[in-house]
C-alpha cells in the first residue's frame, strides 16, 4: 500500500500537489503552521501570467486538470505610466494575464484550491507544523526576501483599471500598480531594498495615482507580503521535493509567480505518481524564462527614471507589449552566455537560501 504523502503548506503550491494527488487516490496530509488558508492575502488582485507560453495559462490548467472554476479576469489592456506621468496605452489581441484575488473568501484562487484538495480527499491540518525530515513536499513558502509589496484593497467606482508606474521615488528597482474591477481594487508598490520604508513609497503611489487618474476609494484592509527568488539547479533536499517560492520558484524580474507555484505543485505531485525526477519535469516547463528573467532583472535595476523616460516610448505600437514581455522572457544565446555571470553577481542574495539546499 502507497505511503501517506505528508505535504507542508497549504498554499497554492501544497494544495495543487495535494489535490493532485488526492484525486488519484493517494492519502494526503497537508500540514498549514496557521489557522486558515490565504492568511497572506487580503482579498487582493493578482496577476497569472500569460506570455511565456505560446499555451494559454487557463487552457494549459485545464488540460493538465488543475481547476480554474476561481474568478478570474481576463486582461488585454495595460497602461504603464513614465516618471513624469506621460501614460503608455498597450493592447493585445491575446491576454496579457488573468486577474485573480486571493484569499480564503468564497471563489478566490485560493479558496477553490482549498474546497477541491478536501473533496478529492486530501486532509488539511492547521495549527500544525511538520518537522523537515517527514515531509514529501515542502510548500512552505518564502525562503528569504528577495522584494516585498506593500499595498491595500479598497472600494471604488465600477471603472476597470490596469495601470502601472515605473517610478524609483515609489518603488526602487520595481513598479507600483493599480488594478479595479466591478468596484473592487488593489493598490501596490513591489520594490527591492529599504523595506522599511514600504509604507511611505505606499503613500507616494496611492497620491501619484490619485494625481493621475482621480482614484475614488473607501480603504479596506492593508497588506504586505514577500517574495523569494533563487535560481537552483535542484529542487530535490533529500526525500524532499521543494515547490512555489519554498523552491525560490518566482518570476525575478516582475513577481508573477502564480503560474510557476501552481505548476511546481502539479510537476512534484506527478513525479510521486510517476517515480518521475521532479528537476527534469520542472526544468523542462519553465528553467529558461526563469533564466531569463534573472538576467533581465539585473538589466532592469540599473535603469533610472530618465532611462524609463526613454524606452516607454520605443517599445512600440500599442499591440507590440506582449509580443515584447515573450521575448523578454524567452531564453536567447545572448541571455544564456549572461545568465551564469550575472548569477554569480547577484550570489550574495541567494547564499543564505543555498546553503539551505546543501
Not at 496579457?96 to 478536501?118: H, V
Not at 486532509?123 to 514529501?136: A, Q
Not at 533564466?291 to 532583472?297: E, F, G, H, Q, T
Amino acid at each position: 500500500m502507497p505511503k501517506k504523502i505528508k505535504i507542508a503548506g497549504a498554499g497554492l503550491s501544497g494544495l495543487t500537489a495535494g489535490m493532485v494527488l488526492a484525486k488519484e487516490g493517494r492519502e494526503v496530509e497537508i500540514h498549514e503552521l496557521t489557522n486558515s488558508i490565504g492568511n497572506r492575502f487580503g482579498d487582493d488582485f493578482q496577476g497569472l501570467e500569460n506570455w511565456t507560453k505560446k499555451i494559454d495559462v487557463i487552457e494549459q490548467f485545464q488540460s493538465l486538470g488543475i481547476p480554474t472554476d476561481f474568478e478570474f479576469f481576463p486582461t488585454k489592456e495595460l497602461s504603464v505610466i513614465s516618471p513624469k506621468g506621460k501614460i503608455y496605452s498597450f493592447s493585445s489581441r491575446r491576454n496579457f494575464y488573468y486577474l485573480i484575488r486571493r484569499g480564503k473568501q468564497n471563489g478566490r484562487l485560493d479558496s477553490t484550491f482549498f474546497e477541491k484538495a478536501k473533496n478529492f480527499g486530501a486532509k488539511v491540518i492547521f495549527n500544525s507544523k511538520l518537522p523537515s525530515n517527514e515531509m514529501d513536499i515542502d510548500a512552505t513558502g518564502p525562503k528569504v526576501t528577495s522584494a516585498m509589496a506593500f499595498g491595500f484593497t479598497f472600494k471604488t467606482d465600477k471603472k476597470s483599471r490596469n495601470f502601472m508606474i515605473l517610478d524609483n521615488d515609489l518603488a526602487p528597482k520595481g513598479y507600483a500598480y493599480c488594478l479595479t474591477r466591478e468596484g473592487w481594487g488593489t493598490v501596490a508598490t513591489a520594490f527591492y531594498g529599504n523595506y522599511q520604508k514600504g509604507k511611505i513609497y505606499l503613500e507616494k503611489t496611492l497620491q501619484r495615482f490619485k494625481e493621475i487618474l482621480g482614484l475614488p476609494h473607501e480603504e479596506l484592509h492593508y497588506f504586505a507580503c514577500r517574495g523569494s527568488y533563487f535560481p537552483t539547479q535542484t529542487l530535490k533536499r533529500n526525500k524532499t521535493l521543494l515547490v512555489g517560492e519554498s523552491g525560490g520558484l518566482q518570476d525575478y524580474l516582475l513577481g508573477f509567480g502564480l503560474r510557476y507555484a501552481i505548476l511546481s505543485g502539479y510537476f512534484a505531485a506527478q513525479s510521486i505518481l510517476q517515480n518521475k525526477d521532479f528537476d527534469k519535469l520542472w526544468k523542462r516547463e519553465f528553467q529558461k524564462p526563469l533564466n531569463a528573467s534573472l538576467v533581465n532583472r539585473f538589466a532592469f535595476e540599473k535603469f533610472r527614471n530618465e532611462d524609463f523616460e526613454k524606452v516607454l516610448p520605443n517599445i512600440g505600437s500599442e499591440e507590440s507589449l506582449h509580443k515584447f514581455l515573450t521575448k523578454v522572457y524567452n531564453l536567447g544565446l545572448a541571455t544564456s552566455f549572461a545568465f551564469p555571470i550575472i548569477k554569480w553577481k547577484l550570489k550574495d542574495r541567494f547564499t543564505k537560501f543555498e546553503q539551505d539546499l546543501i
